[in-house]
């Protein structure tokens, strides 16, 4: 073992790549797309398939219903990204995030709305899909709130946004009622859709059967498994419910589920939404702090979101996040590209991770990013470039262009870039630059110091069979 250090002591050199300056700059730089693009881009993936539903959409973005960014975000469209966005200050209150647009598409596709329909929405998210209801052709559209405050919020932006006058130029009744009063003056023939946005215990009968012969009701219901999306017809043969996909919404307040289920007009419950101690920074340095919330799908793609999110983050001081908007935003994009990373959307994982360096610079952002151009070189090692530049001490690209280099049959370029990554502070993974100091020197025919990278990497990593299988072949050689 003597002999075996000494031996690598006299080959290590010293410490750093003095080639930095050899590696590409930075030439593409991902940003969020447009609200258009992003329309699109769901298009041609097969998600949006409803041709109204995609014209509709077009003429509505759900960043003019949001709370205003922070002063320090800049420019970045934030409304396009896969997070979420708060349109209430208290964002711990139920029903106080805007839906995010996958979740939009899925869930206004299968509601179905057409043109000259009567249509229900019972705990608004903003005003969004109450404009892209009025897109797609809806004759009367009723708003339930189910607390007062909230819903004279929302009157008022739509009348600020003018929304008011394109409701009368596309001959749409919009009404808004609070809960207790909302089975007033319902339409004769019954509601044609009806969409619930809060979670259930059980299907609200009493509001199902105000809905028309062949209409459509959208609700989730609590299960088992998590709070289910259904949807539920009314033809000739009754009531027909479909189980669509688990949607993690807030539950519904009981006081207002009671009122839902009862026959007849209630007094509107008290329900709590103080709001006043939260300023909209507050918003949105906590709108995505439960990944899950609001998301849809089954249940695995929920848990891997959930492990994902919490795995990795940019590396910032949490003292720093805790008040810092521009941090806290930046770091929820770094956490959402790498879900996207890991379910290998990589054009959107990339739009994600450059949106974070542009807010707030971190070798994470921009190692991850470079990540997503893998089948490019240039890009692939301009960005991992990038990541030194931003903070030498992170070892992840310090590895990742070892690799690189020993991939393109360059093992004695890449050691010093594994030397680098080995003693770099911010790196978790030394035993993988362990193992690759290991190949790097094998290829050479440094069998040693090959030995001596392998005995160090397994005792960081003791149960990678490749790694024993290496350490194996090397004592069998030098034996």
Known sequence: MTVLCRAMEEDWGPFGADRINDLPIVEKWPRLSSHDRMVEMFSKMGVLQSGPLHDALLRSSRGYHSLPLPSDIGDVNIETSALRMPWWRDVSVHQSLLPGLYETIQVLQSLDIRQGDDVLIIGPRGNWWTEIAMQLGARRIRIVGTVEERLSELRSRWSALRLDQAAEALGCDVEWRMIGSHRDDRPLAGWDRILITGGMAEPPISILETMARGGCS????????????????????????????????????????????????????????????????????????????????????????????????????FSEVEGDSRLRIAEDLFRMGHVLQRLGVSDLAAEHHGSSFQMAPSSEAASF????????????????????????????????????????????????????????????????????????????????????????????IPDDQDLQELLERLSEDLA
């Open 369 to 460: 990013l470079g990540m997503t151009f893998r089948e490019s070189d240039l890009n692939y090692l301009a960005w991992q470039r990038k990541a030194i530049e931003t903070d030498p001490r992170f070892g992840g690209s310090w590895n990742e262009i070892g690799e690189a280099m020993l991939n393109k049959g360059d093992p004695e370029f890449s050691i010093q870039w594994f030397r680098g990554a080995i003693n770099s502070e911010k790196y978790g993974e030394r035993g993988v630059a362990w193992t690759n100091l290991a190949r790097a020197h094998l290829e050479l025919g440094q069998m040693n110091s090959a030995l001596f990278a392998a005995q160090e990497a397994s005792t960081l």
């Open 218 to 317: 959208i609700l989730p219901i609590v299960e088992d498994s998590g709070i289910m999306l259904q949807s539920v017809k009314w033809d000739d043969g009754g009531f027909l419910a479909q189980r669509l996909a688990i949607w993690n919404v807030d539950l519904l307040p009981e006081p207002v589920v009671e009122c839902l289920c009862s026959d007849v007009d209630l007094p509107a419950p008290h329900t709590e939404s103080p709001g006043s101690g939260w300023s909209v920074d507050d918003a949105w340095r906590a709108a995505n702090r439960d990944p899950i919330r609001d998301r849809l799908g089954p249940l695995i793609l929920l848990q891997l979101i959930q492990s994902t999110w919490d795995s990795l983050g940019p590396g910032f001081e």
